[in-house]
Each structure stands twice: as C-alpha cells, then as structure tokens.
C-alpha cells in the first residue's frame, strides 16, 4: 500500500495554555516516538490530519511524516477527541520499520446479500475488525468478509476469512465475525372474555 505524506514542526515543551493557542490556530498537538525518533513533540494541521481519518482506518494507515527535513514511516496509535465535539485534541504516531512486520487492526467488511436476511433473518454484525500481522507497506485497508452463503441460523467465522497470502490474521479462527437470527416471533394477546376455567355444573346445594 502506498504511504500518505503529512508534514509536520517540532514544537517546545509548553504550558496547557500554549497548547490551546496551537488549537485555536487551526494546529494539532501530536508526539511521534520510536527507535530512531526517540520521543519528538510535534505539532501539525488538524484539517490535514482530520481529512485523512475521514477516508482511512487508523490501523491501516502508513504515513510518511516530516518533520524537518528528516522523514518517519509512522502509523496513528492513539487519537484524543472532544468527546462533545469529537474534534480531535491529540494524536500519537508511532515509528515502525518496513522491514519488519507488525500487528495491527484491520476494519472488516461484509459483502454479498445474505439469503436468510431475504427469508426474515436479522444479520448480526458481532466482529468488525481483526488483528492481522504484516510488514506496513502490505497491509490491507480492509477484509472483505462474504456474507452470500449465510442462511438463518448460520455463523460466519475468522477462520472462513481469505486475505491476502502476505499477511497473517492473530485474531482467533473461531471468532464469529457474523450470524444470522431468526424473526422475532410476537406472542398473541389471548381474546377478550375468554374462559380460563370451566364453571362448575348444576347451583348451589
């Protein structure tokens, strides 16, 4: 997979209020850290950063950050949020080697028409990633996960997943990724005026 280019500054240890300055300019505060990088307090774009999280995973993501003049293969860790906003407050990158393979999650991604959802089945999606092991630059933006053999009451597993030879999937095989349930079945209301026992015959002795 080819790696996304972001750029980024070096930026000094600071109070929480030069942070929120860095914030109200539009910029993100962000740590990249690995063998080579040591621990590098960055700042960079937040619409930049913001924009590739819109169309990639975080697990899946190569990118191939500057940082004055030297480049790092990094992948996104951890991202902070607002939890009201969701704007994001931080980010953590982390280097890795390209020669060495790495675990990592991967989005799953079901396909087909699964013919017991036709029948009245409800589709269950339980699992929707996986953990895979790969070098960076192989791995997937997603597996694909074939619902269109799934009738009621069928299960769809990790160890029917296919991907790719290149990488490995750590996730357990017997992992359900989906199922099928049958239809809710609504009780009937019992009729009005119905009987529950029968009366006694003859009157009174």
């Given at each position: 997979m080819e790696s996304i280019a972001l750029r980024a500054e070096?930026?000094?240890r600071g109070s929480k209020g030069s942070v929120k300055a860095l914030r109200r300019r539009g910029m993100l505060p962000a740590v990249v850290y690995g063998e080579s990088a040591g621990n590098i307090?960055?700042?960079?774009p937040e619409k930049e950063l913001h924009n590739i999280l819109v169309v990639h995973s975080t697990?899946?993501?190569?990118?191939?950050?500057?940082v004055e003049d030297c480049f790092y293969p990094v992948m996104l860790r951890e991202v902070q949020r607002n939890p009201i906003r969701?704007?994001?407050?931080?980010?953590?990158f982390l280097q890795v080697s390209l020669t060495e393979a790495i675990e990592t999650e991967i989005p799953l991604?079901?396909?087909g028409?699964?013919?017991?959802?036709?029948?009245g089945g409800i589709l269950q999606h339980?699992?929707?990633?996986?953990?895979?092991?790969?070098?960076?630059?192989?791995?997937?933006?997603?597996?694909?996960?074939?619902?269109?053999?799934m009738n009621i009451g069928d299960?769809?597993?990790?160890?029917?997943?296919?991907?790719?030879?290149e990488v490995k999937i750590v996730t357990e095989p017997d992992s359900i990724i989906a199922m099928i349930v049958p239809p809710a079945v609504e009780e009937k209301p019992e009729a009005e005026g119905e009987e529950t026992a029968a009366e006694p015959a003859g009157g009174e002795a």
């Open positions: 070096v930026r000094p307090l960055i700042t960079l697990g899946s993501t190569l990118i191939n950050l500057e969701q704007t994001i407050l931080h980010a953590d991604h079901l396909v028409e699964a013919p017991g959802v036709k029948d339980m699992l929707r990633e996986v953990t895979v092991s790969c070098l960076p630059t192989q791995m997937p933006d997603m597996i694909t996960a074939d619902i269109s053999g299960q769809l597993t990790v160890g029917e997943l296919q991907a790719p030879s």
